[in-house]
């Protein structure tokens, strides 16, 4: 009894922090109008990452925060850059409130930074020029989003999910391959919903792998019910 009831603790605060910890909705609604735009359209981009297996329009994936199964270890590459301050845009990741710069402005395509988690909420980014390496801290494994931060403005932050953008708007499209479980983000760097934005997504893309969408809601609240029901039972026994 007691190997029961420690099993279905530890999967109460598996959910939990998902639960409590992202006052937002980490699903966007897909898809969004994906323009050609003067440089390489994000169709060829993606067809040169993956041939034939994405549709830009109908591919596009709802989720716009993600988990590991565990702490350990994610690799994001920078797949293409177009954007009049490239040399200044910055890439990050965030969980809840709480934010991090992966890429700055000098990284370019080809750029790949490791982040390893040494702990729930806590670790360390390595990488090469352009890469913010160090320790990192208050990104949880178990719920983290990315986000282009254009021209490096500390204010101007655009969020893989929507609800946390001006005007909730679309600022990122995302793409995963089912067989490899490889994700790429494509990120517009102009306002969407009420702005100037060309909507061509090819901005900043980033390519990461072994990433997972957090639970539904309502899959979370489901398994909160039935630990709920579970535990009165075992009350009842106790």
């Not at 716009?64 to 890439?91: D, H, K, M, Q, T």
């Not at 992966?102 to 750029?111: E, K, V």
């Not at 890469?131 to 893989?160: E, K």
């Not at 490899?180 to 893309?205: H, K, P």
Request: glycine share 10%; net charge negative; aromatic share 12%.
């Amino acid at each position: 009894m007691k190997t029961l009831k420690y099993r279905l603790f530890v999967v109460l605060l598996a959910t939990v922090p998902l639960a409590l910890a992202d006052p937002f909705n980490p699903f966007n609604t897909r898809p969004v109008t994906v323009n050609p735009g003067p440089e390489t359209p994000l169709q060829t981009i993606l067809n040169t990452q993956c041939s034939g297996c994405f549709d830009v329009y109908y591919d596009q994936q709802s989720a716009g925060y993600w988990r590991l199964v565990s702490p350990g270890v994610i690799a994001p590459l920078i797949v293409v850059e177009f954007a009049g301050w490239a040399g200044s845009n910055v890439v990050g990741m965030f969980s809840g409130t709480t934010t991090h710069d992966i890429f700055l402005g000098p990284a370019g395509p080809g750029t790949a930074a490791l982040v390893q988690w040494l702990t729930p909420s806590s670790g360390q980014i390595i990488g090469g020029s352009g890469v913010n390496t160090g320790p990192f801290s208050g990104i949880s494994y178990l719920g983290f989003g990315f986000y282009l931060r254009p021209q490096g403005a500390p204010s101007a932050y655009y969020y893989t999910v929507d609800d946390l953008n001006p005007n909730d708007s679309p600022q990122a499209v995302a793409y995963r391959h089912m067989p490899s479980n490889t994700w790429w983000i494509a990120f517009e760097d102009l306002l969407v919903n009420g702005g100037n934005s060309d909507r061509d997504y090819n901005d900043f893309v980033l390519r990461v792998e072994s990433i997972y969408p957090v639970p539904e809601p309502a899959a979370i609240l489901l398994v909160g019910s039935v630990l709920l029901l579970v535990g009165r039972r075992l009350r009842a026994r106790a």
